[in-house]
């Protein structure tokens, strides 16, 4: 697994993580706002990172995710690891920073609080929890193409990440991950494809065409019925009054 983190120049709470080839752990994501730190240069293995505040950061590259086994160790910032929550560990960016992570694979997105540092495996860019991780469609995968771009969600989208977060215990009957928030049912593709980019901050979206040609906008899928209701309401928050829950990618 992880090789201790070397360097004094680290925060303590980074030194006390070990390193593996997927990154750092990553803690809960329940705060909406706090000091934010951009950190200082430090070393792994040989190699010298320095934190910086890239306001515009986008990069293309390769993500994995974190394993049951580091669950409630210390990021680099003083939290938990919790792998239900939407988080992610990132080499430079300031912590903690929030990026919306797209897997070039099947198009689906979901927006992360980067808590931690790593991961230091060579041509990885981002190391995901595992939640994130499945709303991807890349936990049996293991490693994904992604997209990452720095982000600037407002208090009530921060919030409502951290709703998001855990991941409640019972699932509902019927099949894991067949629900879905039906946000809108158009005629035109291209604007149901804009609408869906335009909702990646509340989960993956992605649109569905049915005989006759319309486009059913959705968000999902989700696990259980309680984090379904929890995104239709932050949807609808945001104007989308006519949202619905479904079942399955079909119905």
Not at 14 to 26: K, M, N, T, Y
Request: positive net charge; charged residues 25%.
């Amino acid at each position: 697994m992880r090789a201790p983190l070397i360097m004094l120049v680290l925060p303590l709470a980074l030194i006390a993580l070990s390193a593996c080839g997927g990154g750092g752990g990553r803690g809960l994501d329940t705060s909406v706002s706090g000091p934010v730190k951009v950190g200082n240069p430090y070393k792994v293995r040989g190699r010298w990172y320095y934190p910086k505040d890239d306001r515009d950061y986008r990069e293309t590259g390769m993500a994995s995710w974190y394993g049951p086994n580091f669950k409630g160790r210390p990021t680099a910032n003083g939290e938990r690891f919790d792998p239900s929550g939407l988080s992610a560990a990132h080499k430079t960016l300031p912590l903690p920073s929030f990026v919306r992570v797209e897997n070039l694979n099947n198009g689906r997105e979901v927006t992360v609080r980067v808590n931690d540092r790593g991961p230091f495996a060579e041509n990885r860019i981002i190391d995901l929890s595992r939640r994130a991780a499945q709303l991807l469609d890349m936990e049996g995968a293991g490693l994904a193409r992604v997209r990452v771009t720095r982000v600037y969600p407002s208090d009530e989208e921060k919030r409502a990440l951290a709703a998001l977060a855990p991941e409640p215990p019972q699932r509902v009957e019927g099949g894991a991950g067949d629900l879905y928030v039906q946000v809108a049912a158009l005629s035109e593709a291209a604007r149901a494809r804009a609408m869906a980019a335009g909702l990646g901050r509340f989960g993956p979206a992605a649109v569905y065409e049915i005989p006759g040609g319309i486009q059913r906008v959705r968000l999902g899928p989700f696990l259980t019925m309680a984090e379904a209701e929890t995104v239709l309401a932050n949807v609808r928050r945001a104007g989308y009054t006519e949202a619905r829950v479904v079942r399955d990618a079909t119905s």
